[in-house]
């Protein structure tokens, strides 16, 4: 018995010991080890519940319900886009989509719905881009019918007053005046005009005297052509009810009568890449805005969802080469980046952007083109796979994160015939990136020997001639009086 | 990482005044009254969600639960900004925030211990370099030898690590932006990173090393040309605030003189930040899908660790009241632009919700006073507009406009002092009033529609006012504004003598 005892109190002991020393150690700071946290598993996402219809007069509808606040949106997508506008008439789809807004509709004077929508804080805005257009807006609840019904005016009663045609022209000759004062923009425009083509509606811009020649008839011409039930994917969100939404739906828009629309047929974009190199030379600017890149693929192409990940690893974000090397590590520039921009309709851009000090510009040329150049010379690491991979799927939860975003997806989705669930797909697809895939992609679709180059700067400063990378074309951006 | 110019602040009316719809309609009364109960119930809610909380150490928390997205908003306010800088050393908080995502001791090194000896070997050469640029020296020597022991410290370096961990969980950001008041560090995360953040965020904000200077400063130089010398916006913003302010720092550029820069030093930043970093000078604001009394706990152990400091001291300068009207031209190659401004006061004035008002009669949206005569009438101007800016010390009341082609700042210029003579003169109708409050009104509410919106207000109006509560309080100020407080007001501020104009003239 005793001996037992003696056998526990040993064995208290032996186990006493190492808490003891244990005890004796300081206790372990946890506050710096990053590495050894875990995260428990989101729920998996789920898309909220909406509501799809088709109206008898084709007009698609999306329904969204959010009670989190006295608010209700609404947005219609009108099939449309300045790619359209006649070569002579450049800007007829902006000032149309302008005065669709502030000329009026149904009863109301344009200054009337103004004072309308502003006296109760709602909103209503029209614009279009160029293979898409769109009238949105907001009311609080309570004012929701009245605000509805001056949408469906302006949608479908539009009066194109002629004063407010002239007022919109103002605004873009005034626009048009201030267009190369901004080096940025500057830049990014004569960009596009090199990769598509200098008049090619993807690129073309809005001058003096296209607007002159736009008249009232044109405008009304193109409502006409475009502005029918059947060409529009109406998608309201907020604070109601879905089936008591449909029937305002159907109050306001349900006899619109469809009409065949002909649509012209699109644009063709034939520019086979070549390396050039493009300056426009701006003596008063303290910095060049570089921009190399070329024709891209469209965001339907099988290898759009490796391109994204390539695009991560090469040029977007903290972890990426350029970040890296080019931002942090050389100092070179507040922005440099580089993305496949990938539209929905047709081949986006393989771009490359950087603003640095004169003095470096060449040198910026240089770097960047050599992290094109590697990335289609081996496999990226492991590492930078799944990094890149990680970045995107863990941030995933905030492609679901408001409603907003998540009807108004799926209205884009519906506009440009891309299936519902793309969004889903995207996540599945870009699970099964592999580094194999990243360098086929890369061989692919990035032409480091084929560059448009261009640069916005002052060349007096430059630490080398351009002329030292190849054969140098000046741009002209005079604008045409 | 960007400059914020236009610290936004939504403001709010709570009840309408009911007393001047009694003489009409009942019906329309009635209508109102349930209309605000709703909107009441609409933000109501949200300040019942809120969570305060002080650490042991004086560190400000303000939670905001929202369960709709398993997603969580950071922003951390740092009571520090340009405002706070020296002569010789503006630009110096931003630079600031710019290192701070270059880590710290932990985060973003190989080897703290020999990396410390590395930075130290390598400031020294970089004040040797300094010294001798400053008495005319051939400094070539100097120059290898600093790009040398550069490199060597930067062998010690994970690049960007503290930004890779955030982005590699699925960070929206990391960002930041400072102000002359403030400097803000944000990121959004999937709701279950709430450790790592509190991790990563403490230690960066309380234990930065300023690794990656020398590199990080060519980049604020290539930031400044960017976004000043190379814009005619912000060309005339630096001058005009240069003649606004001659003694109170708000005259000063954020991002900094770019002699300033030049001649900054990692002791500079080192002294400045352990005099501003202080935890009594923080205050997180925190709004997604987290449960306070899970958190808090968790906020004690990362943001609790760092010592009790002592308050910096606050701007003493006091800007003279101005004599008589300034103006500045900056000719450029480039088309018009007019900046008018008057000043007025901070944060707290009583007039606060007054001059927001006014800003939004004379220049928010399509049926503004000032869009209504220089765009749609006298088709002078292409865009205009106004804004109260009022922010920790006496700030201005802001009117803008882009004259149209063939059009001259100067015609802009007149016929905005016309309407403000004629908002000083006539009171403004009921209509224009309460169309002004029911804008504020829905910006407000749409205002709650972001995460990360909200967090920022909250944390502005803690630091700024006092109390997050003031958020909610605005509106019902905004509410009670009359229109003979708006004439009020007008004629109290609006005068030559107290304005200062500013413009781009194009260079032929």
């Avoid at chain 1, 344009?110 to 029209?126: F, H, S, T, W, Y």
């Avoid at chain 1, 921009?291 to 040029?315: E, N």
């Avoid at chain 1, 922005?335 to 081949?347: K, R, S």
């Avoid at chain 2, 610290?7 to 019906?27: D, S």
Wanted: with cysteine; charged share 30%; net charge neutral.
């Amino acid at each position: 018995m005793k001996r037992e005892l003696k056998k526990i109190k040993k064995g208290i002991i032996f186990l006493l010991v190492p808490v003891f020393l244990i005890g004796c150690f300081p206790k372990r700071d946890t506050t710096r080890d990053f590495q050894r946290l875990e995260f428990v598993e989101l729920e998996p996402i789920e898309v909220p519940e909406y509501t799809r219809r088709e109206l008898k007069n084709g007009m698609i509808v999306y329904l969204m319900e959010d009670r989190t606040l006295p608010l209700i949106h609404f947005k219609a997508l009108i099939k449309t886009g300045s790619i359209w506008d006649p070569q002579d008439k450049a800007g007829l789809c902006d000032i149309t989509f302008e005065v669709i807004r502030t000329g009026g509709g149904g009863q109301r004077t344009g200054n009337e719905i103004d004072m309308k929508l502003e006296r109760v804080g709602a909103q209503i805005e029209a614009g279009a881009d160029r293979d898409m257009g769109w009238v949105c807006g907001f009311s609080l609840k309570d004012n929701f019918n009245e605000i509805f019904s001056v949408f469906g005016d302006i949608l479908r009663n539009p009066l194109f007053d002629q004063a407010k045609i002239e007022l919109a022209k103002i605004k873009i000759r005034g626009l048009i005046a201030r267009r190369n004062d901004n080096i940025e923009e500057l830049a990014n425009r004569e960009f596009r005009r090199l990769i598509y083509g200098r008049d090619n509606p993807y690129a073309r811009i809005v001058e003096y005297k296209t607007i002159e020649k736009i008249t009232r008839n044109d405008l009304v011409l193109f409502y006409n052509n475009f502005f029918h039930p059947n060409n529009i994917v109406l998608g309201l969100w907020g604070d109601f009810e879905s089936e008591e939404m449909l029937k305002k739906v159907e109050s306001i828009f349900g006899d619109w009568e469809p009409r065949e629309i002909q649509f012209p047929e699109k644009p063709i974009i034939e520019q086979e890449p070549i390396a050039s190199f493009n300056l426009v030379i701006r003596k008063e600017a303290t910095q060049s805005a570089i921009r190399m890149g070329h024709l891209g693929i469209r965001r339907d192409h099988p290898d759009y969802f490796a391109s994204i990940v390539l695009s991560k690893i090469l040029g977007a974000g903290w972890h990426s080469r350029f970040g890296r090397r080019l931002r942090t590590e050389e100092g070179l520039a507040y922005e440099v980046w580089a993305w496949q921009t990938a539209e929905f309709d047709y081949p986006g851009l393989f771009i490359a952007t950087a603003q640095t000090s004169l003095g470096r510009t060449i040198e910026a040329i240089t770097l960047m083109k050599r992290e094109i150049e590697l990335i289609r010379q081996k496999e990226v690491s492991y590492e930078e796979l799944k990094v890149g991979k990680e970045s995107i799927l863990n941030a995933a939860v905030f492609w679901f994160d408001t409603k907003d975003e998540i009807i108004e997806r799926l209205m884009r989705y519906e506009y440009y015939g891309y299936p519902l669930d793309y969004i889903k797909r995207l996540i599945e697809g870009i699970k099964e990136v592999t580094k194999n895939d990243i360098l086929r992609v890369a061989r692919a679709h990035l032409k480091p020997d084929k560059l448009t180059i261009l640069v916005v700067g002052n060349p007096e400063f430059f630490d080398k001639p351009l002329s030292s990378l190849g054969e140098v074309r000046l741009l002209d951006i005079s604008i045409p009086q | 990482m960007g400059l914020l110019l236009k610290p936004v602040a939504y403001n709010k009316q709570v009840m309408a005044k009911a007393e001047r719809f009694l003489t009409g309609f009942i019906c329309v009364v009635f209508i109102i009254f349930i209309a605000l109960a709703d909107h009441c119930l609409a933000y109501k809610d949200y300040q019942e969600r809120v969570t305060e909380h002080t650490l042991k150490n004086g560190i400000r928390l303000i939670i905001l639960s929202d369960h709709s997205a398993p997603v969580v908003s950071f922003q951390v306010h740092v009571d520090v900004g340009a405002v706070n800088e020296r002569v010789g050393e503006t630009g110096i908080a931003h630079l600031l925030e710019h290192l701070a995502f270059n880590g710290t001791q932990v985060i973003g090194t190989k080897n703290w211990k020999d990396e410390k000896k590395a930075l130290a070997k390598l400031d020294r050469i970089h004040k040797k370099l300094l010294m001798a640029k400053a008495e005319g020296e051939n400094t070539q020597r100097l120059e290898e030898e600093f790009e040398e022991a550069r490199l060597a410290a930067d062998r010690f370096t994970r690049t960007n690590e503290f930004g890779q961990i955030l982005e590699r969980a699925g960070a929206i950001g990391p960002g930041a932006y400072i102000s002359y008041d403030f400097t803000c560090y944000w990121v959004e995360l999937p709701s279950n990173k709430v450790q790592l953040w509190a991790l990563l965020e403490s230690d960066r904000l309380l234990n930065s090393v300023a690794r990656g200077f020398y590199q990080e400063l060519k980049v604020v130089k290539e930031e400044r040309r960017m976004l000043v010398d190379n814009s005619p916006w912000g060309r005339l913003w630096e001058e005009f605030r240069a003649i606004a302010y001659k003694a109170h720092p708000y005259g000063n550029p954020i991002i900094g003189h770019m002699s300033d820069l030049e001649n900054m030093t990692r002791d500079k930043i080192r002294s400045f930040y352990e005099k501003h970093y202080t935890p009594c000078n923080i205050i997180v604001a925190i709004v997604g899908d987290v449960e306070p009394e899970r958190l808090i706990p968790k906020m004690e152990k990362y943001f609790g660790r760092f010592p009790v400091k002592d308050r910096p001291p606050s701007v003493i300068t006091v800007e003279p009241v101005q004599a008589s009207e300034r103006k500045v031209t900056v000719e450029i190659k480039a088309e018009p632009i007019l900046i008018i401004g008057y000043h007025t006061f901070k944060a707290t004035h009583p007039d606060r919700p007054m001059l927001r008002i006014v800003a939004e009669i004379l220049g928010g949206g399509r049926t503004s006073r000032l869009y209504e005569r220089l765009v749609k009438k006298e088709k002078v101007a292409i865009d205009v507009g106004s804004w109260s800016w009022a922010p920790k010390y006496p700030g201005m009341f802001y009117l803008w406009g882009m004259a149209s082609k063939g059009h001259t700042n100067q015609e802009v210029e007149r016929l905005i002092y016309e309407e403000i003579e004629r908002l000083k003169k006539e009171l403004v109708n009921v209509t224009e009033l309460e169309g002004a409050k029911a804008r504020v009104r829905t910006e407000f509410i749409r205002g709650l529609k972001s995460r990360r919106g909200i967090a920022r207000e909250l944390a502005w109006y803690e630091a700024v006012t006092g109390d997050w509560r003031n958020m909610f309080k605005e509106l019902e100020k905004v509410e009670k504004v009359s229109e003979e407080d708006i004439k009020r007001v007008v004629n109290n501020y609006f005068f030559s003598q107290n304005r200062v104009v500013g413009m781009v003239e194009p260079k032929l």
